[in-house]
Structure formats: C-alpha cells, structure tokens
C-alpha cells in the first residue's frame, strides 16, 4: 500500500475549489444517521461542550409506516426513505441482480427492518478477535451490549438498563409457533430462550425493537434525547460528496443540502456512518482506494488501499412457502375486515399483529450432527405474500388463503464480493457485487440448509400444518435440484457487512481495532463496514454495539 499526498492546487478531489464555506466549524463529523451514527451523535456530544454536525442525506422519519412495526412492508420500496440499490448480474445466482434496501432516512436501516434484534452468538466476536482485533472478543464486547439495552418482559415491564428496547413479545404471536417448535423438537434440534442469552443456539422466539408496541430505532433511543443538546447539529437532506484532507489529515466534509454545495471543518475528527454500501463509496470518492478505480474516474488519489470496497459480506437467505391448515396471519392482513379489525385492536390497546415483526420465531441450529457450531439461522412466519404495483409505488401484500414462510439462512458464509464507484459522483449508485455462493463451503451449506428445512417440513408436527407447498416442493427435489432452486430464488437477508474491514495489518484492512483508518489522520469509519467476519445473525444489534466501542476510543483519542 502507497501514500500519496496531492497539493491542493493539484488534487480535484481534495480541494476546496467551488465549495462555499460553512458559518460553523465542529469538533466532530458524522455522516449518516443509521444505526451507528445515532449512537455516535449521543456520544460524541455526551459531554455538553463538543460540538457534533450529524448529516443525513434523508429525511426525518416521523412517519405512520416507520412508527407502525408492521409498516416496514409499506417502507420496503419505498424511494422517500430507501436508497433501493440493487446489485450487478450476480453469476452464483444465475445472473440476477438482487435488490438492496438501505434506510434513506433518520435512523437508518433501523427506521426500515423487521426489527429483530440478536448480539450473534459469543464465537462470533471470538473470531474478530483471533483475527488479531484486539479488544473484540466476547468477553470484550458483552458489557457493551448490557450497557445500552433495555430488556422488556414478556408483561411489558423494562427492567432498569440502557436505552434501547429489547422487547419480549411472546404474548402476540402468531398460535402457529406451536407447529414450529414442535417440528423442532422432533427434529432433535434444542430451544433456546433467549438468543441474547447465556444459551443462544436452539429454536425460540425472536426479541425486537419496539416500545409500547411501537417501533424503538436507533433515533428513539440514542438521537433523539442527545437533540436536545444545543451542541448537536442534525441536518437531514445533506448528502456527503467526499472528506476533505489537508495532506494525510481529515479536515472536513463537502456535502450537498437545499441545491447548494456546501463544506464543514472538523477540528477533531470526520467519521463515517454511512454503512456497509455508503462508506466505502464516500472513502472513494474522496480519494481513499484502489488507485485504478480511481484514476479510472479522474479523482486525485489521496491513500491508496485496495481493501476499500472490498470483502463485501452478506447473508444469502431462502425462503420456502406453504399453504396452512389454519388461520394465519393471512387471514387477517389479507382481507378489509381483517385489515379494519386489527388497525381497531392497536388504536384501543396498542396490541394484535400490527405491534410487532412477521418475524415471530426461528433460531440459530446446527444443520447437520457433524456441526461444530451453529450454523444456520432459522425463520417461521405466520405469513405468504407477493409484490404489487400501485400508483404509490410497489408494496408487499398478503396473500388471502391461509400461508407461512420457512426460511433459512448460513450464518456464515465465506464468498467475498465488493462496492465501488460507478462515477464520481455521490449521488450516483455504487456498484455492487455480492459474489454469492463463490466458495464452494457456501454451496455446502445452502444444501445443508435446504436439507434441514426439508426435515422440518417431514416431522407429524409440520405435516399437520401444511395443506400444499407454494412455488417449488422440496419433497420432490434431488440435491442437485436444491441448489439449482437456491441459485434461482435465494436472495439476500439485508445484512452487508465488511467493505472498510477493521484489522491489524494495514495491508490487508482498512481501520484499526480503534476503528481509526490506517494510514490517515482524523478519520474513522464506524459502521457495518469494519466487521471483520459477518456475524451469524441479524446485524442491527452488533453495529449498535460497534458504534459504542468506536464512540469510545475516538474520545479516548481526544484526551
């Protein structure tokens, strides 16, 4: 990896040509107000004094689809608050290009997603640490989950804790479950009662991020109190179009807001929040990368490293649809009167399907009994649905006829894909390329994984349930079947990870294990993007906690 360090005159990308000055300069620079850079905001600004300029390209996320759990399928295509990036042909997935929803919005991706919240499982963080990140294994980071959540029984009592709601909604789930822990019991695979708990491997029901049944995102728990702070500036609308350096040293931020460009100085530090797709873009654009592609699209190479945009990780995702013997939520959400009647039974008591996820139960298993450890995630759905087009744009509906969905997911999986520019321009989609399904390991376990679900789908508890599979039987497929079905209908699970890898080497990773990037001054990248190894379940939870640790070190940088 080489250095090179443009004049200003000389460098493009690093100058200040054209730029208008802003009124204010700060201590700190986030850009993005996702899951990550809510946490960062409330911290960075935690002591009154420090001053904190949060940008957020989106806009605010007061909004009945956002608030509404059940909403997110309204949100899911929704262009107000979702970039809807959509990936390269993919040749693992014979050609197709998967759809990739990321929050454009305050809050992030957590103001869209199902809500589910899981740590992942203690090995996990086990193997950041091997990997030679200091700081990062379970032991290090469990008191970091403890001290920011807030658990939520079963009754709708929160114990004494942090911020962030972690609700147990057992009391409004779907009377299917019942079939799907049975299945699993028959199927020898263990329960587990809380994924966040001291035994998290088995099957059980997920916890989620609401609040009196209301959607808790990363901006209820974190920005929101930190906003009444007058040493925090949100500004919504602002898209960031590169770092400004002045020679090796983060100075400030160019961004676009109300049609003019505009630039902030930061005194003590720029970091980047902008997620697993967006931050290594903006590192890009700003000169930080692989020297071709940025020569390739004329901008002044301030840092060249190769790892920036690369080792792109990803849930890959399958999903198997039945026709049920009994009412599911289909029932409900499928017709006007169910429709009418649920919206009645949350206005009178905040209760019923529209409080909660439709990712109701699932769990982290061993697919087969040569495991070593859990390897697979788990997904039962009390619901069947399909896309349609509207005047509005397009929306999740449910199906009329009683369904539910059994999904599976590797949890983790060894194929390497890559983000990069297409232009440099911000406002123009990276390019994404997954790489899904390259490692032969990755093919393993989606015929694993198939596998299990089909044994699932055998046990008395499941036949009793399902009246027809919908779409591809599993029952009728060979091994070679299910893979060529895994390749035509997998997609993703919304989880990309990995594209600013955290390590030692500054050869091999883009930041260090204080998250601060190798070979600059005064720049951070905070998000999904620095996981090391993707963690093997949903990945809300672990980037809060990476916010935590990263807001950490950069002010004991500051002392």
């Known amino acids: 990896m080489s250095v090179l360090v443009p004049s200003q005159s000389s460098a493009s990308h690093s100058s200040n040509k054209g730029v208008a000055v802003s009124s204010q300069d700060y201590d700190y620079i986030v850009v993005g107000a996702g899951s990550a850079g809510c946490v960062l905001a409330e911290q960075l600004s935690a002591d009154g004094r420090s001053t904190v300029l949060l940008l957020e390209a989106g806009g605010h996320d007061r909004r009945l689809w956002i608030n509404l759990p059940i909403g997110y399928g309204m949100s899911f295509y929704d262009e107000r608050v979702n970039w809807k990036f959509v990936a390269q042909p993919d040749p693992g997935l014979q050609g197709r290009r998967i759809y990739f929803p990321r929050g454009r919005i305050v809050g992030g991706s957590s103001s869209i997603n199902a809500m589910v919240y899981c740590r992942g499982l203690p090995s996990d963080f086990d193997d950041w640490a091997a990997l030679g990140n200091s700081g990062w294994s379970w032991n290090d980071v469990r008191p970091v989950y403890e001290g920011f959540e807030r658990p939520v029984d079963e009754n709708g009592v929160a114990a004494p804790g942090g911020s962030l709601f972690v609700s147990d909604v057992r009391r409004e789930l779907h009377p299917i479950e019942r079939h799907?822990?049975?299945?699993a019991q028959q199927a020898g695979l263990p329960f587990s009662e809380d994924f966040n708990g001291a035994q998290p491997e088995g099957v059980g029901r997920y916890r989620i991020n609401t609040r009196h049944a209301m959607r808790w995102s990363a901006a209820d728990a974190f920005l929101r109190p930190a906003l009444r702070r007058a040493s925090l500036d949100l500004k919504t609308g602002a898209l960031a179009e590169r770092v400004l350096f002045e020679g090796r040293r983060a100075v400030g931020v160019a961004y676009r807001r109300g049609g003019g460009l505009l630039r902030a100085r930061a005194r003590r530090a720029v970091v980047l929040s902008a997620g697993a797709i967006q931050s290594p873009q903006l590192l890009q654009l700003s000169g930080v990368g692989p020297s071709a592609l940025l020569q390739e699209h004329n901008i002044a190479v301030v840092l060249d490293q190769a790892q920036v945009g690369a080792n792109l990780q990803d849930h890959l995702a399958m999903s198997y649809y039945y026709q049920a013997t009994e009412p599911t939520l289909n029932n409900v959400l499928g017709s006007p009167w169910g429709k009418l009647r649920a919206g009645l039974q949350y206005a009178l008591g905040l209760g019923g399907p529209l409080g909660i996820s439709v990712n109701q139960c699932g769990g982290f298993v061993r697919s087969h009994p040569g495991a070593e450890q859990a390897d697979t995630q788990l997904y039962c759905n009390p619901i069947t649905y399909t896309l349609a087009e509207s005047t509005t744009g397009?929306?999740?509906?449910?199906?009329?006829?009683?369904?539910?969905?059994?999904?599976?997911?590797?949890?983790?999986?060894?194929?390497?894909g890559s983000v990069s520019i297409a232009a440099a321009d911000a406002s123009q989609a990276p390019l994404i390329r997954p790489n899904y399904l390259s490692h032969p390991q990755d093919l393993e376990q989606a015929l694993r994984g198939a596998q299990l679900v089909r044994r699932l789908a055998r046990t008395a508890a499941m036949r009793g349930l399902i009246r027809a599979p919908i779409g591809p039987a599993l029952d009728g497929m060979d091994d070679a079947a299910m893979l060529d079905d895994f390749r035509a209908r997998a997609s993703t699970c919304y989880h990309p990870v990995g594209t600013c890898v955290m390590g030692a080497d500054a050869r091999g990773s883009v930041v260090d294990a204080n998250l601060s990037v190798h070979g600059l001054e005064g720049l951070y990248v905070v998000?999904?993007?620095?996981?090391?190894?993707?963690?093997?379940?949903?990945?809300?939870?672990?980037?809060t906690m990476v916010a935590h640790k990263g807001a950490a070190a950069i002010l004991r940088a500051q002392r």
């Open 527 to 543: 998000d999904a993007s620095v996981f090391p190894t993707i963690t093997s379940g949903n990945t809300h939870a672990p980037t």
């Open 180 to 183: 799907f822990f049975a299945a």
């Open 394 to 416: 397009t929306h999740i509906v449910p199906d009329r006829t009683a369904g539910f969905i059994l999904c599976f997911q590797p949890c983790r999986p060894r194929s390497r």
